[in-house]
C-alpha cells in the first residue's frame, strides 16, 4: 500500500547569484533543456551555445554589468532553474532589463520558478536605474503567462507570427509581449 503513495514534496532549494565556476553545470542544464522537446524555449540543440567558455562569458558579463543578473536554483549542487536579467546597453534602454527564465522539467509546478522570479523582480526593484523588466513568450504557453501574470507582468500585445519553430512543421507562431514596472 505504502509503496504506492506519491513520494511527498520534501525537495529543498537555493537561490543564488551564478558564478563563472557554475558554467560546467549551466552547460549540462542547458543541454537538457535544449534536447526536451516543444519546450517552449530558444534552448535549442544547434542553437544555443553548449560551449563552457562561452557560458562562462555570460556568466562574467551578468556579473559585472550593474544592470544585468543571473540567479540559479540549486538542489543537491544541482543547477535546477536559473532566471536572467540583461540590462539595455545604451542610454535609451538603460532602464530596461530583457528577463528569460526555465526550470528543469523534473522540478516544475513545486514553485521553483515563482522563487527564481521574485528573486529577479526584488534584485530589479532596488535598482534606480531599472523601471521595466520585459519578456516575450509563445502566446501557447499559458502556464508561463499565468504564473508572469501573478507576479505583477502586465500584458502590452501580440506579435503576430513572430516565432518561427522548424522542429514543429516550421509553423509560425505569434508571442505575447510582457513587461513587469518597478
Ligand atoms: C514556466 C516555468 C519557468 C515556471 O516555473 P515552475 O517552477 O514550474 O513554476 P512554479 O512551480 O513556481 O509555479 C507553477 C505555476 O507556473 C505555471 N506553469 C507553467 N508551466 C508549468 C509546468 N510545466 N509545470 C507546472 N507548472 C507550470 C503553472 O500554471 C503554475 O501556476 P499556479 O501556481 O498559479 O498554478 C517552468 O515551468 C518552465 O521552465 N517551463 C518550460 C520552459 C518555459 O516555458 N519557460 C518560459 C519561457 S518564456
Redesign the pocket.
Known amino acids: 500500500m505504502l509503496d504506492i503513495l506519491p513520494e511527498p514534496a520534501t525537495r529543498v532549494w537555493t537561490i543564488r547569484a551564478a558564478e563563472v565556476e557554475d558554467a560546467p553545470r549551466l552547460v549540462a542544464y542547458y543541454e537538457a533543456l535544449a534536447n526536451e522537446p516543444f519546450?517552449?524555449?530558444s534552448v535549442r540543440q544547434g542553437y544555443t551555445s553548449l560551449e563552457v567558455a562561452d557560458t562562462q562569458r555570460m556568466i562574467a558579463h551578468h556579473r559585472d554589468d550593474p544592470q544585468s543578473c543571473i540567479l540559479v536554483a540549486e538542489v543537491d549542487e544541482e543547477i535546477v532553474?536559473y532566471v536572467r536579467c540583461t540590462g539595455g546597453s545604451n542610454p535609451f534602454n538603460r532602464h530596461t532589463a530583457d528577463l528569460?527564465?526555465?526550470?528543469r522539467v523534473d522540478?516544475?509546478?513545486?514553485?521553483?520558478?515563482?522563487?527564481l522570479m521574485s528573486a529577479a523582480l526584488a534584485w530589479a526593484r532596488a535598482h534606480e536605474t531599472i523601471s521595466r523588466v520585459q519578456?516575450t513568450?509563445l502566446a501557447r504557453?499559458t502556464?508561463?503567462i499565468?504564473?508572469y501574470e501573478?507576479m505583477g507582468f502586465e500584458m502590452e500585445g501580440r506579435l503576430r507570427n513572430a516565432y518561427r519553430l522548424p522542429d514543429e512543421g516550421d509553423i509560425f507562431v505569434d508571442m505575447m509581449a510582457m513587461a513587469y514596472h518597478c
Open positions: 519546450n517552449n524555449t532553474g528569460s527564465i526555465n526550470v522540478f516544475r509546478g513545486i514553485g521553483i520558478g515563482s522563487a519578456l513568450v504557453n502556464g508561463a499565468k504564473l501573478r
